[in-house]
Structures are given as C-alpha cells and as structure tokens.
Nanobody, 123 residues
C-alpha cells in the first residue's frame, strides 16, 4: 500500500515561515508528479504546488508563487514545502499528494494523498 505522511504544520504569525515535510513510502518519486494540496475552511481542496520528475519543472499557483518553494531528498524519500511570508489566507490543512499528471490548480483528487497537517497563520 502506498503511503504519504505529512508533518511540520503548526501555528505561525503572519510574515513567518514554516517547512512541511512529506515522507513517501512504497513508491519512487521518479514516476509521479508530487507536491501539495491545501484546503482552507469552507473552500475546496486545491493543488497549489507540484513538480514533474520528467523535466524538473516546478509549479505554483499565483497565490503562493514567490513565497513557497518545493524540494525533495531522494535518498530519504522525502519532499518538502518551504513556506515564507505567510499570510492569514494561507491557513489550511496541507496535504502531500502524488499523481501521474501535473495537478497545479486542480480540485480533482490526486491519485494519492496523506492525512494532512494543519497550518494556522495568526497573530
């Protein structure tokens, strides 16, 4: 069974930073677009960032572009989301996700996703 396990969420003040981690079990990162969805209160779950192993391109929705970065450590089978200059509207449950296709901006469920980790941006 494939599994994604997120960690690193918490409470942070506006303008602060947070790094999320995703441990990937039972499959290679080489074969999937991998990244992050988030779901804010009262909103649909939306793909906000991912990369394609085929060409190394990273993608971000406009609301986080320039503030968030994505990276991976293949030896540890771990992906990261570095979030900077956080805003209250970034408050959401963040899900690590993997799909066969790029899912930037998608509200369709990815092929695989984790249990989610809560990020709250508030004074």
């Amino acid at each position: 069974q494939l599994q994604l396990v997120e960690s690193g969420g918490g409470l942070v003040q506006p303008g602060g930073s947070l790094r999320l981690s995703c441990a990937v079990h039972s499959f290679s990162l080489d074969y999937y677009a991998i990244g992050w969805f988030r779901q804010a209160p009262g909103k649909e779950r939306e793909g906000i960032s991912c990369f394609s192993p085929s060409d190394g391109t990273t993608y971000f929705v406009g609301s986080v572009r320039g503030r968030f970065t994505i990276s991976r450590d293949n030896a540890k089978n771990t992906v990261y989301l570095e979030m900077n200059s956080l805003k209250p509207e970034d408050t959401a449950v963040y899900y690590c996700a993997a799909s066969r296709t790029i899912f930037l901006g998608s509200t369709t469920n990815p092929d695989y996703w984790g249990q989610g980790t809560q990020v709250t941006v508030s004074s």
